[in-house]
Each structure stands twice: as C-alpha cells, then as structure tokens.
C-alpha cells in the first residue's frame, strides 16, 4: 500500500446515530483522513450510514433513502425490541478555511424526526430552518444532492442518455447553485412587479377613461339647459291645445253615442218580430219533411216489390223450359239403352254354356291328375328316407374324423398352454407384491403434496383479496387526489380574484371614487365640521340584492353628503366655493318628513315585493330623512310589467325593478352600467375579507387532506408491489406444486390400476389352467371309443348306396307324369276363370242399363210437375205485379203535391231570413260604431288624465289652470310640432349629462397624476429587475463555461489513465444557452470504435462516471465524498487503477467506500465493520490502521458498544468478509475499549 502524507483538513469529524433505520442504540462515528471503507455482510446496515449523512443534510426525497414515507426512517422494531419514537442524526464538521458561510470553524447539525409527523432541525444546537441548512451547503460541494455522495444509481443517471441529468454536478462544481437561486426570486419579484403593473394600470385606464369622461360632460351641461327650457315652453302650449281639441271632440262624440243607441234599439224591435214569423214557417217546413219522407219510404218499398215480382216470374219461366228439354233428352236415352241391354242377354246365354263343357273336362283332369300324384308321393318318400339315411351316415363320419383330429391337437395345444400358464402366474404374483408397496409410498407422498398445495392457493386467494382491496383503495385515493387539486386550483384561483376585489373596492373607498369632488374635498378634511354623518351611500344600508333598486332611484343622491343641521351644509359649500374645489350635494337630517295626505296604498299583486324604504336600513336619527326619499317607492320583480302597480299608484309615487328600471306615470328609466355602485362597499369589502378567510382555512385542509392522500398512495402502491410479487412467487410455487402432486397422482393411478388388471389377469389364468387339465382327461377318454364307432359307420354305408340308386329311377318316371297332368289341369282352369268373369261383367252392365232406364223415367215425371207448377205460378205473380204498379202511380203523385207545397213555404222563409239579416247587420254596424265611439271617450279621458300628470310630474304645474302664451307666433302648430320634436331628438343626444362635471374634473386630474408617477416608478423597477436576472445570467454563464472547460480537459486526460488509452469528449447539446443545456458524454476505450456510452459494459460505465467525478474534483475539490458500491462492477486491474486515483486525492479530500471488494478494503486507511449480532439491529466496528515509516503494520484500534465483546480474528471473520492481509494485520495488536452507553468508531 502507498504511503500517504496527511496534511489535508478534516471535514467530516463525527456522525451521531439514534433510532435510525437499523441503528437503534445510540452510535457515534468519528471520521479521520484518508481513504474509509464500510464493509458488511448483505442487509446488515451499510448504506444506512449513507443514508444517514443525507438524511441529516436536509434529504426530503423519501425515494432516494430507499423508502415509501418518512416515517420509515424510524428505527421499526424487532422481535426482541420495540419499536422507537423518534430518528435523531448529529454531524460535526470542522471549517478551519471557512469553505461553509459561517464564522464557526466547528459547526454541528441535528435533525429530528418524530412518529407523529413533527420534525425538528438545529444548527449547533439552536432550531433553525431547512432552508438555513441547505443555504449553509450552497456551492460548496457539500449537501445531500452534490457531487460528494456517489451511489451505483446516480452512475446510471450520469451516464444515461438523458444529457440533461448529469447537469446538477457540473452546476455544482460551477459554483452557480446560489445564482439560480437568486435568479428565481427575482423572477419571483419581477412577477409580482408585473401583477401589481397591471392592476395600476387598469386603475389608471379607468381614471383616465373619467377624466376624459369629466371634461367633455361639464361642455354639454350648458347646451343641455338651453335646449331643456325651449322644450318646456313649447310644450306647455301644445299641451294646452292638445287639451282644448280633445275636450271639443268628447262632447260632438257623446252626441254621436246617443243617436247610435236609438237606432241600435228600433233594429232590436223588429229582429224580434220577424224571428218569430221565421219560426212558424220553419216548424210548417219541418212537418211537410217528414211527410215527404214517409211517401218516398212508401214509393221505394212498392218498387223493390215490383222488382221482387219480376225477378221470380223471369226464374219460373226459365225453369219451365229446362224441363221440357230434360224430357226430351232422357227419352232418347231411354231407347238406345233398351237396344244394348238385349245384345248383352243374348250374349250371357253363350258365354254360360261354353262355362259348363270347361267344367266337366277339368273334373276328368283333375282325377287323373290325384291318382298319379299318389304314387309319385310314395316314391319320393322312399327315396328322401333314402337319401337322408346317407346324408347322416356321411355327417357322422366327417364329425367322428374331425373330433379324432381335433382332439389330437387340442390335447398338444393343451400342454403348451399349460406351461405357459404356470410361468405368466408366477410373474404376476411377483408384480402384485412389488405394486403395493409402491403404491402405500405414493398414497402417502400425495397427500402431503396436496395439503402442501392447499396451504399455498389458500395464501394467494388471501394475498389476491388483499391486492384487490388495495387497487380500490388506491383508485379512490388517486379519484380523491385528483379532486383535491382541482379543489386546490379553483380555491386560489378563487382567492387571487377575492383579493383583486377587495384591493380594487378598498381604493375605491379610501379615494371616494365615484364621488362628486366636493364630496372627496370635503372628506379629506371632514373634521372641520362636527356635523357630518356620511355619504348617503354609506349611511343608506340596502339589504342584498336591493343595491341597483335603491342607486337607480337615488341617482346622484347617492354620492351627497348628510348634515346634521342646514348650518353644517351652508358652511360646507362656502369652503368649497372658496378653495374652489367643485361642488356638493347634501341632504339635512332635520328636514325629513313625509306628507301625510297621501297614503301608500294597499297593493296585492304577485310582482310587487314592498315599499323601498322597508328594504333600506339606517341610523334611527336618520330613519325619517330615508323615509322621506324612498317611502313613495314600490320594489317589483325584475322581469315583470308594472302597468298594474302603477295604475293603483297615486300622483308623485314611483315603482323600481330589482334590475334598476325606474317608472312613473309619464316617464322611464333604465338600462345598464357597468360601474361599481356605491352602496355596500363597505359591506363588501368585510364579505371578501371573511370569504379569503374561509377559502384560506379550505385550502389548509385541502392541503392536509392531498399530503395525506399522497402518503397513503405511496403506501399503498408500495404494500401492492410487493402482494404482486408474493402473488407471482405464490402462482410459480402453486404450479410446481400442482405439477408435483399432478405427477403424484398420475403414478399412484397407474399403479392401481396395473395392480387391478393383474389381479384379473391372475384369476383368469388360474381359472384358464383349471379349465385346461380338466380337458386334457376328457380327450384321453374319448379318443378310442370314436375310432370304433368310424369303422361300423363305414360298412353301414355301403349297403345303402345300392338300394338308393333304384329308388330314384322309380322316384323321376313319376315325377314326370305328374307334371304333365298338372300343366293341362292349369291351363284348364284359366278357361274357366276368364269365361266366368266375362259372364260376371255382362250381368253387372244389364243391371246398370235397367237402374239407368228407371232413373230417367222418374226424371220425366218430375220434370212434367216442374213445368204444370211454374205456369200455375206465373199467372198469380203477373197478378201481384199489376196491383204493385197501380200503388206506386198513387204515392207519386201524392209526393208531387207535398213538394209543390214545400216549395211555396221555402220561398216565403227566405224572404224573412233576407229581412231578419239586414236588421241584424244594421244592429251590429251601430254597434260596431257605439263601441268604437265609446273607446274614444275613454281615450280621450285617458289622454286628457295623463296629459295633466305628465306636465304635473315633469314641471310641477296645473296646465287647465295656467295661460300658455305662444313662444312664436311665427310658427303654425305643424311647424310647432316639428320644431319641439328636433328639439327633444337634440335633448336626447345629449345622453347623460354631470351638471357637477366641471368641479369633478379638476380632482380626477390629480388624481390621474399621482397614478402616472406610480406607473413610472413600477416600471423603472421592472427595469432594475431585468437589468439584475440579465447580471445573474451572464455571471453565472461565464462561471459555467469556464468550469466546463476545465472540466472537459481534467475529463480527457482521466479517462485516458483510467482506460489506460482511448479517448474522450464532454460536449454541451446546445451551445448558445449553456444554462440549460444538456450535457452529452462520448467516450471511445482503447482499441473500439466510438461508441454511444449506453453501449459500455458496466465496468467501463463505472470508469467513465468516475473519470467525469474526478475531473470535476480536479476544479474544485469536495472536502468530503462517499462512494456506495461503484467499485462492484470493476476487475481487479480497473479497481488498481481506481484505487491510484483515490489515493491522489485523498490528501485533499476524505473517502468513505461502501465496498464489498477486497481490494478496496485493502487500501483503506480505516475500516468499519457492520454486522448484525443482534436481528434487525446494526452494530459498528471499527478498525483504524497506523502506519509507521518503515510501512510495518501500527497500532491498531476497535471499539465497540457491547460490554463483554471482545474482537478477535475469528470473530470478525464470523460476520464480515475480510482480505487475509487485513486478517493478518488484525492479528496484531488488538485493543478493545467498552463504552456502556454508546458505540464510538
């Protein structure tokens, strides 16, 4: 091992460890020079170490500690210790060249972390901020995100394809860290700058949108009055004649009312006298209808008698003469079938006698035929006896043969089976024996292989409920998450906009925008006068929804002052007019009152909501002015028509919609405005207020419930990755299982059925080798006596064959004359047959001839009724049809009197009906004009009414009291007329008019002053803000390129010692803004081609990632770094060459290596040991190694927490994995120092 001079600093002295992941007991670490290395068995603890260091740098990414929720950094338990309260870590590091921002050479810092949730963070021992601590490490290559904590996934991470993740080292190296900070709170500022830009200048837009308003209004108040007091002169005569002609014409139209009702009632008169003649004339109609009615049912039943009566005369002669032509046709018929029935007879008589000679000769036949047949019968009876007697000799001797062979064979077949038998028994008893014991083994085997399935499935049907209840859960809590962001987005969203309004609206009151100038003059310095009340928009309180009501009805006089006294007011307005600082309206408090002759009225319609004055509320002193203004003002429903109200109304009363549409009896207000109104302002600002208030508290809450959420989410997906995995491991282990006992199974199956089958096989066989020894004795028995019974059969048979020949020749001549005899007798009695179905066939036709002449016989007869009926019929219907004819003529002319008499009676009735329609026409067109003259008298009342209110409500005079002189008597009444109309057209271009606008205008001019000076120092420190981010970029551009180039060179000459050849390159992916870009690595190992770093093998990734750390040390220098297991995937060589590397560094630099590498462990100056000699709970040993000149081993030191351990060499050995030269150096000189509170490395 190289010697190493110590002369760097100590950075890191001490580590303090309590209720730390596995470290329960209290353990202290005290950290020296040189190179560190950590070594433990897997799982023991090691990484926790790390762990720890990052914790306590203010670590709060859970993930990069390895684990789900914080609150798993406490220690957990085991099974013999319970659980802790609380994770503490304390680092001491020294800061003798003040490297960290503070003036203390040793500073200590402490976190605490509680199971309730509670954190804790000191720094030398006084409570501090997160933020104090990560500042404390900014730039330093210090904290737990620098470049002095390396572990095997961030190798990956920098060396990865994504350029833009190895960034963070280089920054840090650069030094920029602090820089991005800064830059981020300027840029925080200058957003805020802008927002608060904006708002000013919208406040500004709108109060110069005012002045401008302001300066053209108070131009037109002039032109306004002029042109207002032309209108009310020509008016007034106007209306004066209006009121005359409409007076003169009500009296000519009363005169026409009362002709027109005289007439009306003399055409009543006679409607009623000829109605009633039309009535009797229409009741001699309906009588004489009802007449004719009956005659022509009369007329039209004697017609279809008529026509019944012909039709049946008409089908009676029809019938007649189909029967006379029936007659003559069945006598025809008659005679030529009498002719064919005499043919027939005689030919029968033939046909008989030819019958009895065939008869006679097959009775011959038919004896002689008998006769022969006997004989024949008795020959061929011998012979078959015969032939039958040697069919059964030749069968017995072919069955005694066959028998005599079989026999021979069967016995030698016999024996072969036998022996057969003997041997195939003695091999399946053999079998059966071996099969039962198999098959006790295997029954045994299956059971315990299923019981061991079922515990398994039952685990997975477990695990899987739990998996499922698991991934319902975490989609609620990722639903519920969800909401609760959008709930979180929309609340400060809602916030911002509450807050913009009640900035906006709280201005708006402090500067009395809105007001008249007087007004915001007057309040400025409203302590002059002790009298002052308010504004009547502050002092008039309406209930919701009424403001637009009340300002709408109130107009300017929601802007006005209220004084106690008159006084007050006329003091008020001469310190106005002498500082000239515009004009006031104000209302006194004592002049209030209410005239008492006119009374609300009672109003029950369901658009009217009340009187005015019940929605409005105010001071009690102030009450009775408020009911002065607003006791005259009905409140209706937006939306719904006032006719109704306004018609109950009396004079000077009006009505307001909830919407602002004022009206009276001649006159209406309306429309929009878009301006804020005046009243509750500052009611609303107190509703804001409360409404930020409670949005804040929900969107506290919506945050505890998402940070919940979000630790339960994780909880559960990290509880279901790893149910997954056991479910997985469950279903390999169920199938092998299943495999297993399937296997099982099959071999007990098979076995038991073999076992079965040879059972059966060996009965059989038994049975089978019975059955042969039983025929074997039989055979012998019966083999001698068949040979004696073959030599008797054969002489038998030969004395038969003779007598047989002669039997037949006897037996053929027989034979043959039978045949003969039989063939005559058939041929015989064919004739006979065919000669009786002849006669048969004849007699059958005479019979039908005979029944066919009767038939027709009784045809003619009928037919001669037929013909004698229909004529006696005929005759009495010709009868019936002359009386039918002589009915019919009689009602025809009775119907022609009846109609000639309708008709008479119908001309008459048309006449009145003429009459009785001109009279009611004459009635309705009176009518029609007494209607329309009536509803001229009331429109003429109506006019006259409203004509008098209108001028009343508008000029407060009684035109019909009053003269009207003619303005200009050169203008006629049309020209007068026109003239008034331009007039009023002018008027209403006008549009609003502020006749206070000239004193408004000069206070909205300063006003609109002092905005323009704060938009101009709100943008010059915009300016400043951009000037300084464009400062920190370019300082911390020129900070990042200069680091990058160096880097890049220290990284090409590294990489070339590591890989001993090769080269490499450090390229930005975008040049033109280095602060943002990626970082892109391309590095080619001796003799390969370039390659894509995502193409190296481990080692090589490992090598390069180190290069790229060394070359950043090269810069600037860490005062601390530890390594978690980088060496694992490097070779022996690389790892030399790694070590070489350390060892350069380690004068400047402390290196502590997690390591399970016997190389490393090997160069490290001080060792530690972590093993677990309790479960679950880690213990440290450390070893440090003191080398003296001469590089013989030194003094060599372990410590430990238990009381009674003492390290030897093979205890060591027992639990961590040590090279035999650290084995060696260890067998030294051992000292052991007990601590009974604590464990101090």
Same mark, same amino acid.
């Given at each position: 091992?190289?010697?190493?001079?110590?002369?760097?600093?100590?950075?890191?002295?001490?580590?303090?460890?309590?209720?730390?992941?596995?470290?329960?007991?209290?353990?202290?670490v005290?950290?020296s020079t040189g190179?560190?290395a950590?070594?433990?068995?897997?799982?023991?603890g090691k990484?926790?170490? #790390?762990?720890a260091?990052?914790?306590?740098?203010g670590e709060?990414?859970?993930?990069?500690?390895?684990g789900?929720?914080?609150?798993?950094?406490?220690?957990n338990?085991?099974?013999?210790?319970?659980?802790l309260?609380?994770?503490?870590?304390?680092?001491?590091?020294?800061?003798?060249?003040?490297?960290?921002?503070t003036?203390y050479?040793e500073i200590?810092?402490?976190r605490r972390?509680?199971r309730?949730?509670?954190?804790?963070?000191?720094?030398?021992?006084?409570?501090c901020?997160?933020?104090?601590?990560?500042?404390?490490?900014?730039?330093?290559?210090?904290?737990?995100?620098?470049y002095?904590?390396?572990? @095997?996934?961030?190798?990956?991470?920098?060396?990865?394809?994504?350029a833009?993740?190895?960034?963070?080292?280089?920054?840090?190296a650069?030094g920029?860290?602090?820089?991005?900070?800064?830059?981020?709170? $300027?840029?925080?500022?200058?957003?805020? +700058?802008?927002?608060?830009?904006?708002?000013?200048?919208?406040?500004?837009?709108?109060?110069?949108?005012?002045?401008?308003?302001l300066n053209?209004?108070?131009?037109?108040a002039?032109r306004?009055q002029?042109?207002?007091?032309?209108?009310?002169?020509?008016?007034?005569?106007?209306?004066?004649?209006?009121?005359? &002609?409409?007076?003169?014409e009500r009296?000519? *139209?009363?005169?026409?009312l009362?002709e027109?009702? &005289?007439?009306?009632?003399?055409?009543?008169?006679?409607?009623?006298?000829v109605?009633? @003649?039309?009535e009797t004339?229409r009741?001699?109609?309906? !009588?004489?209808?009802?007449?004719?009615?009956?005659i022509g049912?009369?007329?039209?039943?004697?017609t279809?008698? +008529?026509?019944?009566?012909?039709?049946?005369?008409s089908?009676?002669? /029809?019938k007649?003469?189909n029967?006379?032509?029936?007659?003559?046709?069945?006598?025809? !018929?008659?005679?030529a079938l009498?002719?064919?029935?005499?043919?027939?007879?005689e030919?029968?008589?033939?046909?008989?006698? /030819?019958?009895?000679?065939?008869?006679?000769?097959?009775?011959?036949?038919?004896?002689?035929?008998?006769?022969?047949?006997?004989?024949q019968e008795?020959?061929?009876?011998?012979?078959?006896?015969g032939?039958?007697?040697?069919?059964?000799?030749?069968k017995?001797?072919?069955?005694? /043969?066959?028998?005599?062979?079989?026999?021979?064979t069967?016995?030698?077949?016999?024996?072969?089976?036998?022996?057969?038998?003997?041997e195939l028994?003695?091999d399946?008893s053999?079998?059966?024996?071996?099969?039962?014991?198999?098959?006790?083994?295997?029954?045994?085997?299956?059971?315990?292989?299923q019981n %061991?399935?079922?515990?398994?499935?039952?685990?997975?049907?477990?695990?899987?409920?739990?998996q499922?209840?698991?991934?319902?859960?975490?989609?609620?809590?990722?639903e519920?998450n969800?909401?609760l962001?959008?709930e979180?987005s %929309?609340?400060t969203?809602?916030?911002?906009?509450a807050?913009?309004?009640?900035?906006l609206?709280?201005?708006?009151?402090?500067?009395?925008?809105g007001?008249?100038? =007087?007004v915001?003059?007057?309040m400025?310095?409203?302590e002059?006068w002790?009298?002052i009340?308010?504004?009547?928009?502050?002092?008039?309180?309406?209930?919701?929804?009424?403001e637009?009501?009340?300002e709408?009805?109130?107009?300017?006089i929601?802007?006005f002052?209220?004084?106690? %006294?008159?006084?007050?007011?006329?003091?008020i307005?001469?310190y106005?007019?002498?500082?000239?600082?515009?004009?006031?309206g104000?209302?006194?408090?004592?002049?209030?009152?209410?005239?008492?002759?006119?009374?609300?009225?009672?109003?029950?319609?369901?658009?009217f909501?009340?009187?005015?004055?019940?929605?409005?509320n105010?001071l009690?002193?102030?009450?009775p002015?408020?009911?002065?203004?607003l006791?005259?003002i009905?409140?209706?429903k937006?939306g719904?028509?006032?006719?109704?109200i306004?018609?109950?109304?009396?004079?000077?009363?009006?009505?307001?919609?909830?919407?602002?549409?004022?009206?009276?009896?001649n006159?209406?207000?309306?429309? +929009?405005d878009?301006?804020?109104?005046?009243?509750?302002?500052k009611?609303?600002v107190l509703?804001?207020?409360?409404?930020?208030?409670?949005?804040?508290?929900?969107i506290?809450?919506?945050?505890?419930?998402k940070?919940?959420?979000?630790?339960?989410?994780a909880?559960?997906r990290?509880?279901?990755g790893?149910?997954?995995e056991?479910?997985?491991s469950?279903?390999e282990?169920?199938?092998?299982k299943?495999?297993?006992?399937?296997?099982?199974?099959?071999?007990?199956?098979t076995?038991?059925?073999?076992s079965?089958r040879?059972?059966?096989?060996?009965?059989?066989?038994?049975?089978k #080798? /019975?059955?042969?020894?039983?025929?074997?004795?039989?055979?012998?028995?019966?083999?001698?006596?068949?040979?004696?019974?073959?030599?008797?059969? #054969?002489?038998n048979?030969?004395?038969?064959?003779?007598?047989?020949e002669?039997?037949?020749?006897?037996?053929n001549?027989?034979?043959?004359k039978?045949?003969?005899?039989q063939?005559?007798?058939?041929e015989?009695?064919?004739?006979?047959?065919?000669?009786?179905?002849?006669?048969k066939?004849?007699?059958?036709?005479? &019979?039908d001839?005979?029944n066919?002449?009767?038939?027709k016989?009784?045809e003619?007869?009928?037919?001669?009724?037929?013909?004698?009926?229909?004529?006696?019929q005929?005759?009495e219907?010709e009868?019936?049809?002359?009386?039918?004819?002589?009915?019919?003529?009689?009602?025809?002319?009775?119907q022609?009197?009846?109609?000639?008499?309708?008709?008479? *009676?119908?001309?008459?009735?048309?006449?009145k009906?003429?009459?009785l329609?001109?009279?009611?026409?004459?009635?309705d067109? %009176?009518?029609?004009?007494h209607h329309?003259?009536?509803?001229?008298?009331?429109?003429?009342d109506?006019?006259l009414?409203?004509?008098?209110?209108?001028?009343?409500?508008?000029?407060?005079?009684?035109?019909?009291s009053?003269?009207t002189?003619?303005?200009?008597?050169n203008?006629?009444?049309?020209?007068?007329?026109?003239?008034?109309?331009?007039?009023?057209?002018?008027l209403?271009?006008?549009g609003a008019?502020?006749?206070?606008? #000239?004193?408004?205008?000069?206070?909205?001019n300063?006003?609109?002053?002092?905005?323009n000076?704060?938009l101009t120092?709100?943008?010059?420190?915009k300016?400043?803000?951009?000037?300084?981010?464009?400062k920190?970029?370019?300082t911390?551009?020129?900070?990042?390129?200069?680091?990058?180039?160096?880097?890049?060179?220290?990284?090409?000459?590294?990489?070339?010692?590591?890989?001993?050849?090769g080269? $490499?390159s450090?390229?930005?992916?975008?040049?033109?803004?280095?602060?943002?870009? =990626? *970082?892109e690595?391309?590095?080619?190992?001796?003799?390969?081609?370039?390659?894509?770093?995502?193409?190296?093998s481990?080692?090589?990734?490992?090598?390069?990632?180190?290069?790229?750390?060394f070359?950043?040390?090269?810069?600037?220098?860490?005062?601390?770094? *530890?390594?978690?297991?980088?060496?694992a995937?490097?070779?022996d060589?690389?790892c030399h060459?790694?070590?070489?590397?350390?060892?350069?560094?380690?004068n400047?630099?402390?290196?502590i290596?997690? +390591?399970?590498?016997?190389?490393?462990?090997e160069?490290?100056?001080?060792?530690?040991?972590?093993?677990?000699? @309790?479960?679950?709970?880690?213990?440290?040993v450390?070893?440090?190694?003191?080398?003296?000149?001469n590089?013989?081993?030194?003094?060599?030191?372990i410590t430990?927490?238990?009381?009674?351990?003492?390290l030897?060499e093979?205890?060591?050995?027992?639990?961590?994995?040590?090279?035999?030269?650290?084995?060696?150096?260890l067998?030294?000189t051992?000292?052991?120092?007990?601590?009974?509170?604590?464990?101090?490395?």
């Amino acid at each position: 091992m190289t010697k190493l001079s110590f002369g760097g600093i100590v950075y890191l002295k001490r580590l303090d460890i309590l209720g730390f992941k596995s470290f329960a007991n209290k353990t202290s670490v005290k950290f020296s020079t040189g190179i560190t290395a950590v070594v433990g068995p897997n799982g023991c603890g090691k990484t926790n170490i #790390l762990d720890a260091l990052r914790w306590v740098m203010g670590e709060q990414k859970i993930t990069l500690l390895r684990g789900s929720k914080m609150e798993e950094v406490i220690f957990n338990g085991t099974r013999d210790q319970k659980p802790l309260g609380m994770a503490e870590v304390t680092l001491t590091l020294i800061n003798n060249k003040n490297i960290l921002p503070t003036e203390y050479t040793e500073i200590q810092i402490t976190r605490r972390l509680f199971r309730s949730g509670e954190s804790e963070y000191l720094l030398n021992k006084v409570p501090c901020r997160l933020k104090d601590i990560t500042e404390l490490f900014y730039d330093t290559g210090l904290g737990a995100h620098s470049y002095s904590v390396i572990q @095997q996934d961030m190798i990956d991470s920098v060396i990865s394809d994504k350029a833009e993740e190895r960034r963070f080292l280089f920054e840090e190296a650069a030094g920029i860290t602090k820089y991005k900070q800064r830059k981020k709170a $300027a840029l925080r500022k200058l957003e805020a +700058t802008d927002y608060d830009l904006l708002r000013l200048k919208d406040i500004y837009s709108e109060v110069k949108t005012r002045v401008n308003s302001l300066n053209r209004q108070y131009k037109k108040a002039e032109r306004y009055q002029i042109v207002k007091e032309e209108i009310k002169k020509w008016e007034l005569h106007l209306t004066s004649q209006q009121i005359k &002609n409409l007076e003169k014409e009500r009296r000519e *139209i009363r005169a026409k009312l009362d002709e027109s009702s &005289n007439i009306i009632i003399e055409r009543e008169s006679g409607i009623n006298r000829v109605s009633a @003649q039309l009535e009797t004339e229409r009741k001699q109609q309906i !009588d004489l209808e009802h007449e004719l009615n009956r005659i022509g049912n009369n007329i039209y039943e004697t017609t279809e008698k +008529t026509h019944n009566i012909e039709t049946q005369i008409s089908i009676l002669q /029809e019938k007649k003469a189909n029967a006379k032509t029936l007659i003559e046709r069945d006598n025809d !018929d008659i005679k030529a079938l009498s002719n064919r029935h005499v043919i027939l007879k005689e030919q029968t008589q033939d046909a008989t006698k /030819e019958l009895e000679e065939l008869k006679n000769s097959y009775s011959k036949i038919y004896a002689e035929l008998k006769e022969s047949e006997e004989i024949q019968e008795i020959a061929d009876r011998n012979l078959l006896q015969g032939r039958n007697q040697k069919d059964a000799e030749n069968k017995r001797l072919i069955v005694l /043969e066959g028998k005599i062979s079989s026999g021979k064979t069967e016995d030698d077949n016999l024996k072969q089976q036998e022996t057969e038998y003997k041997e195939l028994i003695k091999d399946l008893s053999s079998q059966l024996d071996s099969g039962s014991s198999h098959q006790m083994n295997l029954r045994s085997d299956l059971k315990e292989k299923q019981n %061991n399935l079922h515990i398994s499935q039952n685990n997975k049907l477990e695990q899987e409920e739990k998996q499922k209840q698991l991934k319902t859960e975490l989609e609620e809590l990722i639903e519920l998450n969800e909401e609760l962001s959008n709930e979180l987005s %929309n609340l400060t969203a809602s916030i911002e906009a509450a807050q913009a309004r009640k900035t906006l609206l709280e201005e708006m009151i402090l500067h009395y925008e809105g007001y008249q100038s =007087g007004v915001v003059a007057t309040m400025e310095v409203k302590e002059r006068w002790d009298g002052i009340e308010g504004t009547v928009a502050d002092m008039f309180i309406p209930d919701k929804g009424m403001e637009i009501a009340l300002e709408a009805v109130l107009g300017e006089i929601s802007g006005f002052l209220i004084c106690k %006294n008159k006084n007050n007011a006329e003091q008020i307005i001469e310190y106005l007019k002498k500082e000239k600082k515009g004009k006031i309206g104000i209302l006194v408090e004592n002049t209030g009152t209410i005239n008492p002759s006119t009374k609300r009225p009672e109003l029950d319609m369901p658009e009217f909501m009340g009187w005015l004055d019940n929605f409005v509320n105010t001071l009690d002193n102030l009450a009775p002015l408020m009911k002065a203004i607003l006791s005259r003002i009905a409140v209706f429903k937006a939306g719904h028509s006032p006719n109704d109200i306004l018609m109950h109304l009396p004079y000077g009363f009006k009505a307001v919609s909830t919407d602002g549409d004022v009206y009276s009896s001649n006159f209406i207000s309306g429309g +929009t405005d878009d301006s804020l109104p005046l009243f509750r302002r500052k009611e609303k600002v107190l509703e804001l207020e409360k409404e930020i208030e409670t949005m804040s508290s929900q969107i506290e809450t919506a945050h505890t419930k998402k940070n919940n959420t979000n630790a339960r989410i994780a909880e559960a997906r990290a509880e279901s990755g790893k149910i997954t995995e056991l479910i997985e491991s469950l279903i390999e282990e169920i199938k092998d299982k299943q495999k297993d006992a399937d296997e099982t199974g099959y071999q007990l199956r098979t076995i038991e059925n073999e076992s079965l089958r040879i059972q059966r096989e060996l009965k059989n066989n038994k049975e089978k #080798l /019975e059955k042969i020894r039983s025929r074997q004795y039989n055979l012998g028995l019966d083999y001698n006596q068949l040979n004696d019974q073959k030599e008797l059969l #054969l002489s038998n048979m030969t004395i038969a064959g003779v007598k047989l020949e002669d039997l037949e020749k006897h037996a053929n001549e027989s034979s043959a004359k039978v045949s003969a005899m039989q063939i005559k007798l058939v041929e015989t009695q064919g004739k006979i047959d065919q000669t009786e179905n002849k006669i048969k066939y004849q007699l059958e036709i005479q &019979n039908d001839i005979t029944n066919t002449i009767q038939i027709k016989h009784k045809e003619i007869r009928e037919a001669h009724q037929d013909i004698e009926s229909s004529k006696n019929q005929i005759e009495e219907l010709e009868i019936a049809l002359k009386a039918a004819f002589e009915t019919r003529d009689k009602h025809i002319a009775e119907q022609t009197s009846f109609k000639t008499k309708q008709s008479e *009676i119908t001309q008459y009735a048309s006449a009145k009906e003429d009459t009785l329609k001109r009279l009611r026409s004459e009635k309705d067109d %009176n009518n029609k004009k007494h209607h329309e003259f009536d509803i001229r008298m009331n429109t003429i009342d109506s006019e006259l009414k409203t004509i008098s209110e209108r001028i009343l409500e508008e000029y407060d005079l009684d035109i019909r009291s009053i003269e009207t002189p003619r303005p200009d008597e050169n203008l006629d009444n049309a020209q007068a007329l026109a003239f008034l109309q331009e007039q009023k057209e002018k008027l209403k271009k006008f549009g609003a008019v502020n006749l206070l606008a #000239l004193e408004e205008y000069e206070e909205a001019n300063k006003r609109e002053k002092f905005l323009n000076e704060q938009l101009t120092d709100l943008s010059t420190a915009k300016n400043d803000l951009e000037t300084t981010i464009n400062k920190i970029n370019n300082t911390a551009k020129q900070m990042f390129t200069e680091t990058f180039k160096q880097v890049q060179e220290n990284f090409k000459k590294l990489f070339v010692e590591l890989f001993t050849g090769g080269e $490499a390159s450090l390229h930005l992916e975008d040049p033109s803004n280095p602060l943002e870009s =990626g *970082i892109e690595i391309i590095a080619r190992p001796r003799g390969k081609k370039l390659l894509s770093i995502t193409m190296m093998s481990g080692g090589e990734r490992a090598l390069t990632a180190i290069s790229l750390l060394f070359a950043l040390y090269l810069v600037k220098p860490s005062p601390y770094c *530890i390594l978690d297991e980088i060496d694992a995937p490097l070779d022996d060589a690389n790892c030399h060459r790694f070590l070489n590397m350390l060892d350069t560094f380690s004068n400047k630099t402390q290196f502590i290596i997690i +390591t399970h590498n016997k190389i490393t462990m090997e160069s490290a100056h001080n060792l530690y040991g972590v093993t677990m000699t @309790q479960p679950g709970i880690s213990k440290l040993v450390g070893v440090k190694f003191n080398e003296i000149e001469n590089d013989e081993a030194g003094d060599i030191i372990i410590t430990s927490s238990s009381n009674n351990d003492t390290l030897d060499e093979n205890s060591i050995d027992k639990d961590i994995e040590l090279p035999n030269q650290v084995v060696d150096r260890l067998s030294s000189t051992v000292d052991t120092q007990e601590d009974n509170s604590e464990n101090t490395v």
